[in-house]
């Protein structure tokens, strides 16, 4: 059984910095892409960053580009994202997630198994 564990969320003020993690318990972690994706309060499910298989691709949303970095460390089983510069608009609950599709993917019904979220606030 896949399991993903998200943590390094909490209160942050306006330019500030938080680095969440995903755990991922289960064989073959390097085979498969990941994401991380938000939902903040009275809004859908939105993406925000993705990395291929061997960490040689990420992608990420415009409104997040050049202020959070995604990572992952394979021999760890671990997904990292980095975020700077962090704004009110950034306040939701984070959520990583695994595809089992070879490209990468954008849209949350390409993941098959997701995390239980860690909330990330950002305070003006």
């Known amino acids: 059984q896949v399991q993903l564990v998200e943590s390094g969320g909490g209160l942050v003020q306006t330019g500030g910095s938080l680095r969440l993690s995903c755990a991922v318990s289960?064989?073959?972690?390097?085979?498969?892409?990941m994401g991380w994706f938000r939902r903040a309060p009275r809004k859908e499910r939105e993406f925000v960053a993705l990395i291929s298989r061997s960490g040689g691709t990420t992608d990420y949303s415009d409104s997040v580009k050049g202020r959070f970095t995604i990572s992952r460390d394979n021999t760890k089983a671990t997904v990292y994202l980095q975020m700077d510069s962090l704004i009110p608009e950034d306040t939701a609950v984070y959520y990583c997630?695994?595809?089992?599709?070879?490209?990468?993917?954008?849209?949350?019904?390409?993941?098959?198994?997701w995390g239980q979220g860690t909330q990330v606030t950002v305070s003006s």
């Open positions: 289960g064989p073959s972690f390097s085979s498969f892409a």
């Open positions: 997630a695994r595809t089992q599709y070879y490209t990468p993917q954008t849209v949350p019904e390409k993941y098959d198994v």
